[in-house]
């Protein structure tokens, strides 16, 4: 099983990105999705979650209105569409696949919000 995110970069306050997550040697369909971050010293933080079936999106308070999770099931593919970015998403933001079974994590891309 692989997942690998891209899309990240240096963007400026303000600004927008999309980070895309593609997945391999798993059902994809069957799993849940999620995008996390984690700043240096610090824990992952859960930032959005797609579920499997019914698509339904669920938000951290911080990003709520300003990004948005979609998946492509054809593509094998999770994506973060993240606008009006401020200093404090800067982070590496890792993709998760999760079933009843197991988990399965990305290597991460860096998000850095400078002017």
């Known amino acids: 099983v692989q997942l690998v995110e891209s899309g990240g970069g240096l963007v400026q306050p303000g600004g927008s990105l999309r980070l895309s997550c593609a997945a391999s040697?798993?059902?994809?369909?069957?799993?849940?999705l999620n995008w996390y971050r984690q700043v240096s010293g610090k824990g992952r933080q859960l930032v959005a979650s797609?579920?499997?079936?019914?698509?339904?999106?669920n938000y951290a308070e911080p990003v709520k209105g300003r990004f948005t999770i979609s998946r492509d099931n054809s593509k094998n593919t999770v994506y973060l569409q993240m606008t009006s970015l401020k200093p404090e998403d800067t982070a590496v933001y890792f993709c998760n696949a999760v079933n009843g079974l197991a988990g399965y994590w990305g290597q991460g891309t860096q998000v850095t919000v400078s002017s």
């Open positions: 797609i579920t499997s079936n019914e698509g339904t999106t």
């Open positions: 040697g798993l059902v994809f369909r069957t799993y849940a």
